[in-house]
């Protein structure tokens, strides 16, 4: 940065005289005075007293939330939505992740088309921490998760009896101007940051996340739960109890909200989706209602789940059970020798499944490998199956004629033993069973989406927007460092262009790093009450209908599409739900946010924590991602670690188009889709990472 650069960002950040401004930027009297002749000449300062100042009126101050917090610096994200500001250490006044603070923008900063700022103000401190208990100097000290590089120390007198090693959650009961001068005290104990289950506890605590129902709410299930089907509810209603209707989920799974059942007709077929209906029991505005909306979605991680819904209602009376009456909200769909969608209607109906089918062994029945034990157990809806498999080969085409993409997910399959040890971690796997029921709800969804849009009726849409022009450059040049030929004709790429990408890659060692990149290309979908269509499925119209036991958005829509089947007119609903599905869309939104990075973080630790009988042993992985600071490997079983850049070379590395590190005096090269060898260096279980090292 030259000098007169210096000189306008000491300005920018507050007045000064000549003599103050020599000492903040550590230059000659004479050189300072020359610069500062030349500033004044070119208009850019003003003089008054002996006082340099910035031409014209200062920028006003900027509120936001700051989001990260490093070694020395920190980034706040403004409340308007804008860039991020970046925050040198000492300009952050001991602000903490999550405090509500005033930034004044420098009007020079250091680094080109960045915004960088200093704290003037904490408007809304976030005192609680969570975090793992050390010791420094031989006291003990409180390491937040969300800012490792600073340690808060812990005041004797509220250390609560925690232990060094432990995971504790804590308030900041005294603030200075430096984060060494804040003091906590202790508030919660967790257990040791070794086990995972005890840091995912932690974890949930962090993000705000209650396990256990409200006393009023668990009441409110056990009274609702209870209710029978009356004679006159299912008079309302579409009785098809005397269809081949079942279900087929993992075989874990105890909240079955999804059912189904198909035919062939004259000319085509009728596949039909059956709804847990969960709004028949869940009522606007009631405690069960509320505390549905507040939580947003179900979260799972390991082998715990933290439903939305008390058990009474999601594992009981909303759960499609085998050979159990059952209420729901059915999608009747037509369509033709193609499996082209002609026509849909949605029915209140009473159903009762015939099976509750597993992936496993519906897939070993597609297969042909099924025992003979599984073929009885499906030989009632053997036929169905039949049919069903033919409608999802016909959908399949049509998905890819249509370009629809597929990005392969590395989300983990974690065996947890009696004592809540991770012991094992594999790729979760998807078969035809998966892709099939997957597809028939696709189905669903968009004839409920098209639906609310043809009567202009309220509505939380899934909306995914076209990728920003940025983001694509940043995927063309990912693309084209990994060696691959690609061609986009037009400025952004189409579904189609990046659905070959995707295709191509598929099964090869690029295709997690590939998949990865033109998955962070794109926008991150969420609820809107706006129709903006789905640009990864390439659907105008599309919603989440068929999970209410699990999602909020599903239940919402499920009310409001109710009440239209049932007569009510367009313009009543949109008077009644309109200012709903506003607030409703960014709240599920949010919570959506929330549950995934919780389920991340979760079942990261349980993976480190998996691989710490690994320490010292090597496998063969695959180079995933590359940053500044290193590579990360994957392995077979879908744990990621990190090779540091330490461990790669003794001197400098060059970070080339962020798909390879290249050492500048050997000329070694580590790129996306490498094979490498590594021995596992160790684990941190509280932070959920992994470290490796090259093998010899």
């Keep these: 940065m030259s000098l007169k650069s210096s000189l306008l960002k000491k300005i920018s950040a507050k007045d000064a005289t000549a003599k103050e401004l020599k000492s903040a930027v550590g230059a000659d009297r004479k050189r300072v005075k020359r610069a500062l002749e030349e500033l004044l000449s070119e208009g850019k300062v003003t003089q008054k007293k002996g006082v340099y100042s910035l031409t014209g ?18 980034f706040v994200r403004p409340l308007d939505g804008s860039g991020d500001i970046f925050i040198p250490g000492h300009s952050l006044q001991g602000a903490m992740p999550g405090d509500e603070v005033e930034v004044s923008l420098n009007r020079y900063p250091r680094f080109e088309n960045s915004r960088e700022g200093e704290v003037d103000a904490i408007l809304t401190p976030q005192n609680k921490v969570v975090g793992i208990v050390k010791k420094e100097q031989g006291r003990p000290v409180l390491v937040p998760d969300n800012a490792k590089d600073t340690a808060l120390l812990i005041q004797k007198s509220a250390d609560g009896g925690v232990k060094e090693g432990e995971k504790a959650a804590g308030v900041i009961i005294q603030r200075g101007e430096r ?6 005290g202790i508030t919660m104990r967790f257990g040791s940051a070794d086990s995972a289950r005890q840091c995912a506890k932690a974890i949930l605590y962090a993000a705000g996340v209650e396990k256990s129902f409200p006393q009023q709410v668990k009441a409110e299930a056990k009274q609702v739960a209870a209710e029978k089907i009356t004679k006159e509810e ?10 081949t209707i079942f279900t087929i989920d993992s075989a874990s799974t105890k909240d079955i909200d999804d059912a189904i059942s198909a035919k062939r007709v004259l000319d085509g077929y009728r596949l039909s989706v059956h709804i847990a209906d969960v709004s028949h029991y869940v ?47 059915s999608c009747i769909m037509t369509l033709d020798s193609e499996a082209r969608l002609l026509d849909y209607r949605f029915f209140k109906t009473v159903i009762q499944s015939r099976v509750k089918g597993v992936y496993s062994e519906v897939n070993a029945i597609f297969e042909g490998t099924a025992e003979e034990e599984t073929q009885q157990k499906y030989a009632e809806v053997s036929k169905t199956l039949e049919v069903m498999e033919e409608i999802y080969q016909k959908l399949a085409k049509l998905r890819a004629v249509r370009g629809s993409m597929e990005i392969e997910s590395e989300e983990p399959k974690l065996t947890i033993d009696e004592e809540g040890r991770c012991v094992g ?18 189905q669903a969804n968009t004839a409920a989406a098209h639906y609310a849009r043809r009567l202009e009726i309220p509505f939380l849409y899934r909306v995914h927007d076209k990728p920003s022009a940025d983001r694509v450059e940043g995927l063309k040049a990912l693309l084209k460092a990994a060696g691959l030929d690609f061609q986009f004709q037009g400025e952004q790429p189409t579904q189609k262009e990046l659905s070959k990408i995707l295709n191509d890659t598929r099964g090869t060692n690029l295709e997690r790093p590939v998949h990865q990149g033109v998955l962070r290309s794109m926008a991150k979908a969420d609820y809107q009450p706006l129709p903006k269509g789905h640009f990864g499925l390439a659907l105008d119209d599309y919603a989440h209908f068929t999970s209410p036991i699990r999602r909020y958005p599903d239940l919402a829509i499920h009310r ?6 049932s007569g009510e007119a367009p313009a009543a609903l949109r008077k009644k739900y309109k200012s709903f599905t506003e607030t409703a869309s960014v709240l599920a939104s949010e919570r959506e946010i929330r549950a995934q990075q919780v389920e991340r973080d979760c079942d990261d630790s349980y993976k480190a924590e998996y691989m710490q009988q690994f320490i010292g042993q090597e496998f063969e992985g ?34 080339i188009d962020g798909v390879s590190l290249t050492d500048t005096h050997t000329g070694k090269s580590y790129r996306l889709g490498d094979l490498v060898q590594v021995r596992v260096a160790g684990v941190d279980i509280s932070q959920g990472n992994v470290d490796f090292v090259l093998a010899q």
Excluded: W
């Design 425 to 442: 971690v594999e790729k979760r796997a998807r078969g035809e069973a998966e892709r099939m029921i997957e597809e028939f709800m696709l």
């Design 234 to 243: 299912i008079k309302k209603r579409k009785d098809l109890r005397g269809e």
């Design 283 to 329: 009522k606007p505005k009631s405690k069960l209602d509320e505390e549905a909306l507040s939580r947003g979605t179900s979260i799972y991680y390991a082998d715990s789940v933290i439903p939305m819904l008390p058990k009474p209602l999601s594992n009981g009376i909303c759960s499609l059970n085998p050979g159990e009456d059952r209420l729901a909200f």
């Design 57 to 74: 009126p200062r920028q006003e101050p900027v509120r936001g939330i700051l989001t990260k917090l490093g070694h020395s610096f920190g």
């Design 179 to 184: 984060h060494e001068d804040h003091v906590v």
């Design 622 to 655: 695959v180079v995933s991602s590359v940053v500044r600071f290193g590579i990360y490997v994957e392995l077979a079983s879908s744990v990621e670690g990190l090779i540091h850049i330490s461990n790669l070379s003794d001197g400098s590395m060059e970070l």
């Design 560 to 565: 409001i599409l109710g009440e239209s089947v």
